[in-house]
């Protein structure tokens, strides 16, 4: 190789750049059209969840009774009056900034959600798949007893048993929620990672780093998490839209985002006895939450297509 | 593997007592690896399997030692038990000592074990593509040993490891420290292992078909890499391989290795030249050769080596062997001395007053 580059001295010399496995399946990802629109719709969201805030035209929470009034008494249909883009509910708030709201309170969802799901799902199965025996049988009996309480059911539970406590009213109650829906979805992680631990605890490079003195800590952290990562980054990505809608699912019920806070849910279930009269209401929530759905959905399987080895320099 | 080692002795103190004992028993360390005595049983649903089953050997400084055998005969085994990486379960070290530079490796505890790996002892694994990690670069990879046992800062260990990569012949190893396992050939990965495997100077190196699952051409200088190195390093060289051919090249001494037991051990040309055990006659006759025309075959030992689960009180070549008697079948012969110094092997027919001369 040396040899050449003298041989023919102003060659332009190629310098291989290394291509990681993120750089190789963010290769694969960008050519999956479907996955790509799914991402924009992640990115418009988290954009809409981070400064919505600042984009509404009106507090989420200020009523403007004057123009409900001047129309009869009747909440304001969508594209009617320019101050109020898209309309108002019946006590005169506005909805494009009760809908930014609910984008937040949504994001946040994803966020907490999935943090509950990581820091209980991929140490306790990293555990149970490592270091195997009977721990791995207590371990897995746990998640099979999570795994087969009723969720809603353990939610309910949850959010009344904390409620009075200053756990309960953090957020406005909405963080008891979250946790409540992380605490019932941990399980697929813990069982992702401990079946990833258990086949790659076998291969030989497990061997050889053990032959160079490495401490089982760091083979587990810096070995194997990371060929582990791939489904567990998919997981996550299509555990957010299940968390959103179990929001909204609670939300309808009453539990969560207490008023005059928004979410999606709580708009529906809000919108919901008027949905002959005033449509609107319902359609609007609904259809966000159906598109926010579809976009982690597009992009999660997007993500497992591309982070798949199996189907590497396939497509 | 936990009742045997639950002494916890530092490297320091472990070394103390042994070289007093030592001391006692009249040995002196001239040899940088003294193996005794050494069985490792796997237990299986089917039974008690003697992988390794009382072996001895010994290793100079710098020496190469050849462990040659077939598939299934304890080789891997063995070097596996040096460094106490059986998988337990199933694998237990029974009994024995490993005496490496004064130390019994078998008494250490696991963290001073831990600190022996890949400091002291180096390890290159058979099959490159499987045991370089594929998500880590492999500067990583080389520098991960340097850290956990030189205690170098950031800077000294990445020269030490683009250092380690030229010297093992790796064009532009700078460029290449950021890149992946699958961005290099076979040959290039091996040839990674074997920085990985130098990159503490160790004093040992336990080389485990090094070359099997490389090309003929790519073996050639695989193993001129590791002789080269280990002469320029001083390292100690166990080879483990079942190309009877790589072991006439490379090393000083051969351990024949059978069914868990070391059947015959001497000096490479005495094995070579003058080897006093069938199964050594039929290794070496299954070498295909060149100037052989008289059949267009390859020669091979009938049937398959034993089972090692209740080996019974016989010589465990004798189902396989065309010159067995009755007391072969009756009693396992010891590994006696023969004719040349350091010349030892295991049967009945080849010992003073044998049916073979």
Known sequence: MATQTKAIPNAPVAVRRSEGVWRDAWKRLRKNRLAIVGGFGVLLLAFAGIFGPMLAPHPYQVQDIAAVVANGNEPLPPFQDMNHPLGTDQLGRDLMSRLLDGAQVSLTVAMVVQLVVLFIGVPLGAIAGWVGGRLDTYLMRVTDIFYAFPDLLFIILMSVAFRETAFGRALNGVLLVFVAIGLTSWVTVARLVRGQLLSLKETEFVEAARAIGVNDRNIVTKHLLP???????????????????????????????????????????????????YPWLVLMPGTLIALSLMSFTFLGDGLRDALDPKLKGKQ | MEEAVSLDLTPEEAARITREQGDRAGTKSKNLLTVRNLSTHFYTPDGVVTAVDDVNFELGHGETLGLVGESGCGKSVTALSLTRLVPDPPGKIVSGSVIFDGVDLLKLSEDGMRKLRGKEIGFIFQDPLTSLNPTLTIGFQIAEAIRQHMGLSKKASYNRVVELLSKVGIPKAKDRLGDYPHQFSGGMRQRVMIAIALSCDPKLILADEPTTALDVTIQAQILELISVLSDEFGTAVLLITHDLGIAAGMCDRVNVMYGGRIVETGNTDVIFDNPRMPYAWGLLDSLPRLDDLRSDRLRTIEGLPPLLINVPDACRFNPRCSFTRDVCREKEPELTARAEPGHFARCWATEPGGWIA
């Open chain 1, 227 to 277: 060929n582990a990562i791939g489904p567990v980054i998919v997981a996550v990505t299509l555990g957010i839209p299940t968390a959103i809608l179990a929001e909204a699912t609670l939300a309808y019920l009453g539990i969560g985002v207490q008023p005059p806070r928004a979410s999606w849910g709580t708009l529906i279930n809000d919108g919901v006895n008027q949905i002959r009269v």
